[in-house]
């Protein structure tokens, strides 16, 4: 016999090489991804392949970055159907082999496939404010794109609701927006989103939350307040004004419900309030004819919280201007044949006044026209005389004014004068 000799079998360390010639293409009508590949001929190192028992598959969504493992075939399988997919996402794919102690050898090259179908909607962002959720997400490449459908929940895994929209469509918004106000302060609502084309509906996005604020912030001050008299009517004055656009400190405006109007007769108040507007108008009644108002605004919103009130802005009311300080004088002839004449002068009225109307009656302080006769001729004069009074008689006059617009003032209060015998 020659002498022995002998050695020690090595492990087998070195994992298989990659996996050559990995393609895959989506499947149209379907959501899957066919990928097919080609065994590697030679280990990792180079040298002649030691074994190779399968075939791990790996996947990653949107990038090549991230890929994990999804399955593993064995090694008579160089293909592979992946299934369940997002319908338009592009999803990346590599393939490494194992051989039969283990070891895995390098991915082969990433390839990206797209599933077919209508791509969902990325970038979803979604923000709690006062009274509102804005939910933002990124625009669609899709060529039929016609809108996008907004989904709402009070639960992340479930429940989700379509939002109608503003816009009038058959879809929740033609916008990559969509502020939702019928929220409630404190709660959490959940979105998703999908795209809309004129070939159907995409799968829904990945969700995102938010918790709606409590409002606890005032509107602005209302601004820029005029009043128009109201012709034929000068007991009363339309107030209007230009709405708020910021709250308080110039924050985005969550709202205004209602409006409150004070009035005062001086500038500096006192001030009650005399009315309450959903709408930035008011009409304010039983006022003075051609008198000065003061007035100040404030808003309201839905919770509650009552804004500054606005500058204090002075209106006059409507109607004819009244003449003032009527005066009354008597004289009595010693000649009993001849008449007393009473003689009523005042203080003209301001505007376009034509003339003057005097009224007298024996009835102390009436209101009743039919108790009054009229001392002709009305004219723009500021006096006139009354000769036919009785002596040793009491009488009661009273004045009006009469303009350009055949408009009346109201009448003076009534004077007296008591005729002498």
Known sequence: RSVFAGAQVGKDQVGPGSPVGLSGVGEEGTSAVDLRWSAP????????????????????????????????????????????????AVYYYAVSGVDGLGNEGARSSAVSVQVWGIAVPVGLAVEGGIGKVTVSWSGS?????RGY???????????????????????TTGQTSYIDTAVTGGKAYYYQVTAVTSGGESGRSDFGGATVLFDIRPPGAPTLMIGEIVVGDPEKLNLSWKAPTTDISGADLTGVSRYQIYRASANTGPFSQVGISTSAAFVDTGLTAKTTYYYEVEAQDASGNIGPRSSVVALISGGVDLPKNVRLSATTPSDGTKPPVVTITWDAATGAIVQYEVQRTRVANSTQDADYTSILPNDVDTTREDDTVTRGRTYYYRVRSRDVDERNSDWTSPRSISVSP
């Not at 002649?48 to 090694?75: F, I, Q």
């Not at 008579?76 to 992946?82: H, I, L, S, T, W």
């Not at 490449?141 to 794109?145: F, K, P």
């Not at 009070?154 to 939002?163: A, C, K, M, P, V």
Request: charged share 30%; net charge negative.
């Open 141 to 145: 490449g899709e060529e039929t794109l």
């Open 41 to 88: 001929s030679r280990d990792a190192d180079g040298g002649a392949l030691t074994g190779l028992s399968e075939y791990v598959v790996y996947r990653s969504k949107g990038d090549g970055e991230g890929l994990v493992p999804v399955d593993t075939v064995g090694l008579e399988v160089r293909e592979y159907r992946d299934v369940g997919l997002e319908g338009g």
């Open 149 to 171: 459908n907004v989904y709402r929940s009070l639960r992340s895994d479930q429940g989700y609701t379509r939002l109608s929209g503003t816009e009038g469509l058959t879809f």
